[in-house]
């Protein structure tokens, strides 16, 4: 790659490059010095042709505006007044995290509307200042409700104010200087080497601010490098050992460098090893806070306290106390003590295996191709790397012969929100959304061994990323990253240095994207709402320290009517821009010899109104065929020919909206496509043949899933009112069944027959187990059903409702029928947890405010006195609290709750899935204070659903904003992969 002076050129299809004098410098020969050229006056109206947009200014980011949030339905709720701001919510992700723990509601805050309009909101700049919004778990707003006259008061206890503070003793009440603003406080970025096997190499983000202690550090590092790291060492001779965290941004803050070993060993033996052809990079997660050990010379601060009344000396009250969402909760236990009751680390852990499903991102590119044949995409914090093999019968439909891979890269610990793949085809570059614990950033790793590369942006995107782009005419030495910031920072990258060149603000307006021109890389464009911005470069590597970009203002105008969103782009083989729009146009941009892009009328208009729906995706073939995606509509057009119509096929409505366009060869002309859909299907086929699922799942958040009592499969339902049997062997679809309303819960029988599904209009559906088939309906309900439970018997099935009741269903005609009996009452808000005693007599159940009731089901009566079952055998421990589940509470940070929990069949480890997107696994029980853990973190928020399978050799979650599934292998902890 040559470093060059980033101008316009002639021969702009060649790097024409001459030697300076500064030594190892060349950069891009210098234009013909024409009379033209050189005339000043000329030089003016060049310059006359750009504008500047101006700098990022972080005062402009941190401006709040005040709005109160009320409850949707809920005239009680009194409301919540916060400032909004970039520099608090650096995206809309993050503020619905927030509000989930501020607001309590069914399945988490999900959406935002306004007052009183009803307006959904979907971007933190969209909020106005003293405005009143609801939010809301589910897209329905009940915006006739008087919100805000509630006469709830607040209790206060404060004393009186002393008065004023004098001026000679104000030092006093200041707080000290802020660490964080040492410059030692700044993350960096390490690479680390597996010290037996060189080729192992990984850059590890190094954040001071961390929780996580020096000896968690070195496990992340272990899983990352395929080895039980016991020491790490600088990579540069004399080869010194690192002792402490603080030594890494003190002492050896120049080294860039570590080398990591095992135990007993050291740098010296590096010669002593013999290198491996195996060069499998280990498929192990980031696990996150991995200890919770009290044990830590520096403990990090925990929010939730615990303490426990439980004594030798008192016989009358030996409950245990533990703070649960900001309430005392007090639990008994058992009247013998746990013997393995402890707070030690389990020796399992967890190893992602597979990943199920497909999620297609509205605003932006998830599905690529590789030269492998591999289909790459993101899901949650994974990058999935696909490997369809083909049947040799001639039914491909067929899935029985088929035996599909997946490769995993786990660099990221949020969520990814864009992906590009390079144009040598070698490497990928995915950014990751900024989280509370981790920082947005962009990774670049080889698609080969999925070693990172390199990793750039920390610290400096704040906000989000919405879009990268490799350049294409310098083959990837580039990228352009679009942030998510309140004025969309575009900047451009020189990755392979971890340099920046330039960056400008673009737009107030919704960017979609931003990329480079095809044929030059001086010229960028963004495109989003109401604009396609053409961009120009202007930068010198040799004299300019950071490059200027700035706005063509001749290019990109519309005539006539604009667009409300310029949705996709491509480029054609003539130079031209192709723009799809959300009134379903495609556009033609033809440049002159100036660079500048205007609208080619009799291009144009052949694809005016060329789809019903926005035209989603754009994509130019080989052969210089253009396809384009709109809706459930994929058409063809011959490029070549003035865009003439060549073909069009109509996608079954149940496979949703087109979203992606790719080739399976972009190398080859034989018409084959991977289509990727707004429900969640990667299709495959051409417009001459049928399309065929390849990839497909469920197209909305999953809340629920249940494990099959003796086969190596699981269920789940979602609000795309689709029930699914998935296989962990196959990792396929076994059956999926339709049920007409949308699922929120479900359970299977212990004998494995049947599966009740619970659903948003309170009914529930009894289906068959073994093919999907309908059994029965019963109508239970007005409210929503939250959970639902079969007891261990199989007779009878316990039921919460969103109203707060509990119902107990006796199974009639051996399963074909279900009578509900009386409802208990008892919960003041809606249920969220069911378990059965093992011997199908009494029920324990939980709320949305964490309360435990106890309940007789024979007498139908709720027991008060929580004692009575202090010793009962639960079948399955799947409440969120309890004496067992006290441990993880007081592992949880303030404003975090626990919204799963599940035990191992068995009862020797504890699985938790929390608010944060983290998933741990305790031993069992687990009642002691702050006990150690394993965790993997996948999702940037909710995580849904966990449960162990039947033989609790493997877990599966679900969660975030993706409606995917996790597979995860329990393995042992001390035996690399």
Same mark, same amino acid.
């Given at each position: 790659?040559?470093?060059?002076?980033?101008?316009?050129?002639?021969?702009?299809?060649?790097?024409?490059?001459? !030697?300076?004098?500064?030594?190892?410098?060349?950069?891009?020969?210098?234009?013909?010095?024409?009379?033209?050229?050189?005339?000043?006056?000329?030089?003016?109206?060049?310059?006359?042709?750009?504008?500047t947009v101006g700098g990022t200014k972080k005062e402009d980011l941190k401006k709040g505006r005040r709005v109160t949030f009320f409850r949707n339905g809920d005239t009680n709720f009194?409301?919540?007044?916060?400032?909004?701001?970039?520099?608090?919510?650096?995206?809309?992700?993050?503020?619905?995290?927030?509000?989930?723990?501020?607001?309590?509601?069914?399945?988490?805050?999900?959406?935002?509307?306004?007052?009183?309009?009803?307006?959904?909101?979907?971007?933190?700049?969209?909020?106005?200042?003293?405005?009143?919004?609801?939010?809301?778990?589910?897209?329905?707003?009940?915006?006739?409700?008087?919100?805000?006259?509630?006469?709830?008061?607040?209790?206060?206890?404060? $004393?009186?104010?002393?008065g004023k503070v004098r001026k000679d003793e104000v030092h006093l009440f200041k707080r000290p200087t802020s660490p964080t603003s040492s410059p030692t406080r700044k993350a960096r970025?390490?690479?680390?080497?597996?010290?037996?096997?060189?080729?192992?190499?990984?850059?590890?983000?190094?954040?001071?601010?961390?929780?996580?202690?020096?000896?968690?550090?070195?496990?992340?590092?272990?899983?990352?490098?395929?080895?039980?790291?016991?020491?790490?060492?600088?990579?540069?001779?004399?080869?010194?050992?690192?002792?402490?965290?603080?030594?890494?941004?003190?002492?050896?803050?120049? !080294?860039?460098?570590?080398?990591?070993?095992?135990?007993?060993?050291?740098?010296?033996?590096?010669?002593?090893?013999?290198?491996?052809?195996?060069?499998?990079?280990?498929?192990?997660?980031?696990?996150? /806070?991995?200890?919770?050990?009290?044990?830590?010379?520096?403990?990090?601060?925990?929010?939730?306290?615990?303490?426990?009344?439980?004594?030798?000396?008192?016989?009358?009250?030996?409950?245990?106390?533990?703070?649960?969402?900001?309430?005392?909760?007090?639990?008994?236990?058992?009247?013998?003590?746990?013997?393995?009751?402890?707070?030690?680390?389990?020796?399992?852990?967890?190893?992602?295996?597979?990943?199920?499903?497909?999620?297609?991102?509205?605003?932006?590119? /998830?599905?690529?191709?590789?030269?492998?044949?591999?289909?790459?995409?993101?899901?949650?914090?994974?990058?999935?790397?696909?490997?369809?093999?083909?049947?040799?019968?001639?039914?491909?439909?067929?899935?029985?012969?088929?035996?599909?891979?997946?490769?995993? #890269?786990?660099?990221?610990?949020?969520?990814?929100?864009?992906?590009?793949?390079?144009?040598?085809?070698?490497?990928?570059?995915?950014?990751?959304?900024?989280?509370?614990?981790?920082?947005?950033?962009?990774?670049?790793?080889?698609?080969?061994?999925?070693?990172?590369? /390199?990793?750039?942006?920390?610290?400096?995107?704040?906000?989000?990323?919405?879009?990268?782009?490799?350049?294409?005419?310098?083959?990837?030495?580039?990228?352009?990253?679009?942030?998510?910031?309140?004025?969309?920072?575009?900047?451009?990258?020189?990755?392979?240095?971890?340099?920046?060149?330039?960056?400008?603000?673009?737009?107030?307006?919704?960017?979609?994207?931003?990329?480079?021109?095809?044929?030059?890389?001086?010229?960028?464009?963004?495109?989003?709402?109401?604009?396609? #911005?053409?961009?120009?470069?202007?930068?010198?590597?040799?004299?300019?320290?950071?490059? $200027?970009?700035?706005?063509?203002?001749?290019?990109?105008?519309?005539?006539?009517?604009?667009?409300?969103?310029?949705?996709?782009?491509?480029?054609?083989?003539?130079?031209?821009?192709?723009?799809?729009?959300?009134?379903?146009?495609?556009?033609?941009?033809?440049?002159?010899?100036?660079?500048?892009?205007?609208i080619n009328l009799d291009l144009s208009e052949t694809m005016k109104n060329a789809h019903k729906h926005p035209v989603s995706s754009l994509y130019m073939l080989m052969d210089n065929?253009?396809?384009?995606?709109?809706?459930?509509?994929?058409?063809?057009?011959?490029?070549?020919?003035? #865009?003439?119509?060549?073909?069009?096929?109509?996608?079954?409505?149940?496979?949703?909206?087109?979203?992606?366009?790719?080739?399976?060869?972009?190398?080859?002309?034989?018409?084959?496509?991977?289509?990727?859909?707004?429900?969640?299907?990667?299709?495959?086929?051409?417009?001459?043949?049928?399309?065929?699922?390849?990839?497909?799942?469920?197209?909305?958040?999953?809340?629920?899933?249940?494990?099959?009592?003796?086969?190596?499969?699981?269920?789940?339902?979602?609000?795309?009112?689709?029930?699914?049997?998935?296989?962990?062997?196959?990792?396929?679809?076994?059956?999926?069944?339709?049920?007409?309303?949308?699922?929120?819960?479900?359970?299977?029988?212990?004998?494995?027959?049947?599966?009740?599904?619970?659903?948003?209009?309170?009914?529930?559906?009894?289906?068959?187990? !073994?093919?999907?088939? !309908?059994?029965?309906?019963?109508?239970?309900?007005? #409210?929503?059903?939250?959970?639902?439970?079969?007891?261990?018997?199989?007779?009878?099935?316990?039921?919460?409702?969103?109203?707060?009741?509990?119902?107990?269903?006796?199974?009639?005609?051996?399963?074909?029928?279900?009578?509900?009996?009386?409802?208990?009452?008892?919960?003041?808000?809606?249920?969220?947890?069911?378990?059965?005693?093992?011997?199908?007599?009494?029920?324990?159940?939980?709320?949305?405010?964490?309360?435990?009731?106890?309940?007789?089901?024979?007498?139908?009566?709720?027991?008060?006195?929580? $004692?009575?079952?202090?010793?009962?055998?639960?079948?399955?421990?799947?409440?969120?609290?309890?004496?067992?589940?006290?441990?993880?509470?007081?592992?949880?940070?303030?404003?975090?709750?626990?919204?799963?929990?599940?035990?191992?069949?068995?009862?020797?480890?504890?699985?938790?899935?929390?608010?944060?997107?983290?998933?741990?696994?305790?031993?069992?029980?687990?009642?002691?204070?702050?006990?150690?853990?394993?965790?993997?973190?996948?999702?940037?928020?909710?995580?849904?659903?966990?449960?162990?399978?039947?033989?609790?050799?493997?877990?599966?979650?679900?969660?975030?904003?993706?409606?995917?599934?996790?597979?995860?292998?329990?393995?042992?902890?001390?035996?690399?992969?």
């Open positions: 790659m040559y470093r060059a002076r980033l101008t316009d050129s002639e021969n702009w299809s060649e790097l024409q490059v001459v !030697h300076s004098d500064d030594e190892d410098v060349v950069y891009q020969e210098q234009r013909p010095a024409t009379e033209v050229y050189m005339s000043q006056n000329h030089a003016q109206n060049e310059m006359k042709r750009y504008e009194r409301g919540i007044s916060i400032s909004i701001s970039q520099n608090d919510f650096r995206n809309f992700e993050t503020l619905l995290v927030f509000l989930n723990g501020k607001i309590p509601t069914t399945a988490g805050v999900r959406y935002v509307f306004s007052l009183p309009d009803g307006k959904e909101i979907k971007s933190v700049t969209e909020f106005k200042h003293g405005k009143a919004y609801l939010a809301s778990s589910v897209k329905k707003p009940n915006i006739k409700l008087p919100y805000g006259y509630s006469r709830e008061t607040d209790w206060t206890s404060a $004393r009186p104010s002393p970025v390490i690479t680390v080497e597996n010290n037996a096997r060189k080729e192992l190499k990984e850059k590890v983000i190094i954040d001071p601010q961390t929780k996580q202690n020096f000896e968690d550090i070195l496990c992340i590092i272990g899983d990352l490098i395929n080895m039980n790291v016991d020491s790490l060492y600088t990579r540069r001779k004399p080869f010194r050992k690192v002792v402490s965290f603080s030594q890494l941004f003190r002492e050896f803050k120049n !080294h860039d460098m570590f080398i990591a070993c095992q135990e007993g060993e050291d740098p010296t033996d590096r010669n002593s090893y013999h290198g491996s052809n195996n060069s499998d990079k280990l498929q192990s997660i980031d696990e996150l /806070n991995m200890s919770g050990s009290s044990n830590s010379d520096s403990p990090p601060p925990m929010e939730n306290g615990f303490s426990t009344s439980r004594s030798d000396n008192n016989l009358e009250d030996d409950s245990a106390s533990v703070l649960i969402n900001g309430k005392i909760r007090r639990y008994y236990p058992p009247s013998m003590s746990y013997p393995d009751d402890e707070a030690g680390k389990p020796d399992r852990k967890l190893k992602l295996e597979w990943i199920y499903g497909y999620h297609a991102k509205e605003n932006s590119s /998830n599905l690529f191709v590789l030269s492998s044949g591999e289909i790459a995409y993101a899901v949650a914090s994974v990058v999935v790397l696909y490997k369809y093999i083909r049947n040799k019968d001639k039914d491909r439909d067929s899935v029985k012969d088929r035996e599909d891979t997946q490769r995993l #890269y786990l660099g990221h610990t949020e969520e990814v929100t864009s992906m590009a793949l390079n144009p040598t085809n070698k490497s990928i570059a995915s950014a990751q959304m900024a989280g509370k614990e981790n920082k947005a950033h962009i990774r670049v790793w080889d698609c080969k061994t999925l070693t990172t590369l /390199n990793v750039i942006g920390v610290g400096f995107f704040d906000s989000g990323i919405l879009s990268i782009n490799f350049s294409q005419q310098s083959n990837g030495s580039f990228l352009c990253v679009m942030d998510n910031a309140e004025k969309h920072v575009l900047s451009i990258w020189d990755w392979q240095k971890e340099r920046m060149v330039a960056k400008t603000t673009t737009s107030n307006l919704a960017v979609k994207a931003a990329c480079f021109y095809k044929y030059n890389d001086t010229i960028l464009i963004t495109y989003g709402q109401q604009h396609v #911005y053409f961009w120009k470069l202007f930068w010198d590597p040799v004299r300019d320290k950071e490059g $200027r970009i700035m706005r063509d203002k001749r290019s990109g105008l519309f005539l006539g009517d604009i667009p409300n969103e310029v949705c996709s782009l491509a480029f054609s083989a003539k130079g031209d821009v192709l723009t799809g729009d959300s009134s379903g146009t495609i556009t033609v941009w033809s440049p002159d010899v100036e660079y500048i892009f205007s065929t253009l396809m384009t995606g709109g809706g459930l509509e994929i058409r063809a057009w011959d490029s070549i020919n003035g #865009y003439r119509p060549a073909n069009a096929r109509v996608l079954p409505e149940a496979t949703g909206h087109v979203r992606t366009i790719i080739p399976q060869n972009s190398a080859s002309a034989d018409g084959r496509l991977y289509i990727g859909t707004s429900k969640g299907y990667v299709l495959d086929g051409s417009l001459q043949d049928k399309f065929r699922f390849l990839i497909q799942g469920h197209s909305e958040e999953i809340w629920a899933i249940a494990p099959h009592p003796n086969e190596s499969a699981f269920f789940t339902t979602s609000f795309d009112k689709m029930v699914i049997k998935w296989s962990t062997t196959r990792h396929k679809i076994i059956w999926k069944s339709q049920i007409g309303k949308p699922g929120c819960c479900l359970s299977a029988d212990l004998k494995g027959r049947q599966i009740a599904v619970g659903t948003q209009t309170g009914n529930i559906e009894i289906l068959n187990a !073994h093919n999907g088939m !309908h059994v029965a309906s019963i109508e239970v309900s007005k #409210y929503r059903i939250d959970c639902i439970s079969f007891s261990p018997d199989s007779t009878m099935i316990a039921v919460g409702s969103h109203d707060g009741l509990l119902q107990i269903l006796d199974a009639q005609d051996g399963g074909k029928g279900y009578s509900p009996s009386r409802p208990l009452k008892g919960h003041p808000t809606f249920v969220t947890h069911i378990d059965w005693s093992g011997d199908s007599k009494y029920i324990q159940s939980t709320d949305g405010q964490y309360n435990m009731i106890n309940w007789d089901v024979e007498k139908k009566l709720r027991i008060s006195d929580p $004692r009575v079952l202090r010793d009962a055998d639960w079948h399955i421990y799947s409440c969120t609290t309890g004496y067992p589940v006290i441990g993880p509470w007081t592992n949880m940070e303030n404003g975090t709750q626990l919204n799963a929990v599940h035990r191992s069949n068995y009862r020797d480890f504890l699985l938790t899935g929390d608010s944060r997107g983290r998933v741990r696994l305790y031993k069992y029980p687990c009642a002691a204070t702050k006990p150690e853990y394993r965790g993997v973190k996948l999702y940037s928020n909710d995580v849904t659903a966990a449960n162990f399978l039947y033989d609790d050799m493997n877990v599966i979650t679900s969660g975030g904003m993706s409606p995917v599934l996790a597979l995860w292998a329990v393995v042992d902890a001390f035996v690399s992969s």
